[in-house]
């Protein structure tokens, strides 16, 4: 398992997700790396789904967690937060603190950029151990050899900021129905995504600029 962090950004409802995407690539991501260290960044932007309630699901690795947070509390997250008003609907983004599971399939790749992966919002009573052996069972039966499957599973579940308890990644699937997945879990929503991820050069020397 590796924890990461996740957030649900939702666009600017005056933008189009095209606008969003852009400005999120181009303007924010940029910024965020002149201040944070990460040691993995994607951005997984919705190409389908346009009432889900978020237009990207982004994925952070913290080198240091304890840093990132404090960090946030200073004039670096002020002129983080005043970022995100120009191209996010601010009062809706949610995030939360996640462990990703390989449930078959090819290890992560070190740059997902332009791949495309489904995305299955999920709500289940089952506690986190449960959920990940049955659905790594699940996995193992059903999908295409070589095909990645992953799981995110919040920490701390049920989170009630969340939309869901966790999101199940289908990576290469093109077909519209969802698959049948084991007793006591429910899909609750779906978005086909494509990855935008910060290669590792540019990760190995951001994170060094303060604000005074």
Same mark, same amino acid.
């Given at each position: ?21 852009? *400005? *999120?690539? %181009? ?13 993995? *960044? $994607? ?6 789904? =346009? ?13 240091? $967690? ?18 995100? /008003?120009?191209?996010?609907?601010? #009062?809706?983004?949610?995030? @939360?603190?996640?462990?990703? %599971?390989?449930?078959?399939?090819? =290890? /992560?790749?070190?740059?997902? %950029? @332009? +791949? ?7 709500? %289940? ?37 969340? #939309? ?12 519209? @129905?969802? #698959?049948?997945? #084991?007793?006591?879990?429910? +899909? ?18 951001a994170g060094t600029e303060m604000l005074a």
């Open positions: 398992m590796t924890l990461k962090a996740l957030a649900l950004m939702p666009r600017r409802l005056d933008l189009t997700r095209e606008q969003f995407r852009r *400005y *999120y690539e %181009t303007h924010h991501t940029p910024l965020a790396l002149r201040f944070f260290s990460f040691r993995k *960044y $994607v951005r997984n932007h919705l190409l389908d789904a =346009p009432d889900i309630g978020f237009d990207c699901v982004s994925e952070f690795w913290p080198r240091r $967690v304890e840093a990132t947070f404090a960090l946030m509390q200073t004039k670096v997250g002020e002129r983080m937060r005043e970022d995100e /008003r120009q191209f996010t609907d601010q #009062p809706r983004i949610v995030s @939360g603190a996640c462990e990703e %599971t390989q449930l078959a399939g090819a =290890p /992560r790749s070190d740059d997902e %950029t @332009g +791949v495309t992966k489904l995305a299955l919002l999920l709500r %289940t009573p089952l506690d986190a151990a449960t959920l990940v052996g049955s659905l790594r069972a699940w996995a193992a039966g059903t999908a295409a050899p070589g095909r990645r499957v992953a799981l995110d599973s919040l920490i701390g579940m049920p989170h009630a900021a969340f #939309p869901c308890d966790a999101i199940l990644w289908l990576h290469a699937v093109d077909a519209d @129905g969802d #698959p049948r997945l #084991p007793a006591g879990i429910e +899909v609750v929503g779906r978005a086909r995504t494509q990855a935008e991820e910060t290669p590792t050069a540019v990760l190995e020397v």
